[in-house]
Nanobody
Framework: VQLVESGGGSVQTGGSLILSCVAS????????IGWFRQAPGKEREGVACISTNDDARVYYGDSVRGRFTISSDSGKRTVYLRMKNLMPDDTAVYYC?????????????????????????WGQGTQVTVSS
C-alpha cells in the first residue's frame, strides 16, 4: 500500500493550491482516503476525507469547511484536495492517509481512528506555505 502526495508549494494569502494523492496497493473504490496536516509545534489535524465508493461521502475539519474541497478519481486512483482562500494558518505539511481495513465511511470517526496511529498508511507529506 502506498500513497504519494504532490502539489504543495508557496502562495500568498487568498491564493489557491491543489494537492494530489496517488494510491496503489489496495482496492481504491472501497476505501476512505483523506488528508491531515501538521504545523510546527502543533498536533496533527484532520483536514478532509472521502469515501471512494458510490456513496462518495465527504467530511471536513471545522477550520477548512467551505474553503477546501476533496474529490476522488477512481480511474486515476487519485484523491484531490482543492484549497482556496488560503490563510497563513493553513501553513503545514499535508499528509494523505488511508486504512484499507477501515470498515466505516468518511466522517469524524475516521479522523480519530487514523490520528490514533494504531493502523493506517501515510504518504510522505507535501509542504504548503501561505505568506501574508
Amino acid at each position: 500500500v502506498q500513497l504519494v502526495e504532490s502539489g504543495g508549494g508557496s502562495v500568498q494569502t487568498g491564493g489557491s493550491l491543489i494537492l494530489s494523492c496517488v494510491a496503489s496497493g489496495f482496492t481504491f473504490d472501497s476505501a476512505v482516503i483523506g488528508w491531515f496536516r501538521q504545523a510546527p509545534g502543533k498536533e496533527r489535524e484532520g483536514v478532509a476525507c472521502i469515501s471512494t465508493n458510490d456513496d462518495a461521502r465527504v467530511y471536513y475539519g471545522d477550520s477548512v469547511r467551505g474553503r477546501f474541497t476533496i474529490s476522488s478519481d477512481s480511474g486515476k486512483r487519485t484523491v484531490y484536495l482543492r484549497m482556496k482562500n488560503l490563510m497563513p494558518d493553513d501553513t503545514a505539511v499535508y499528509y494523505c492517509a488511508t486504512d484499507p481495513l477501515y470498515p466505516g465511511f468518511a466522517g469524524p470517526m475516521w479522523f480519530e481512528t487514523l490520528a490514533a496511529g494504531i493502523a493506517g498508511v501515510w504518504g510522505q507529506g507535501t509542504q504548503v506555505t501561505v505568506s501574508s
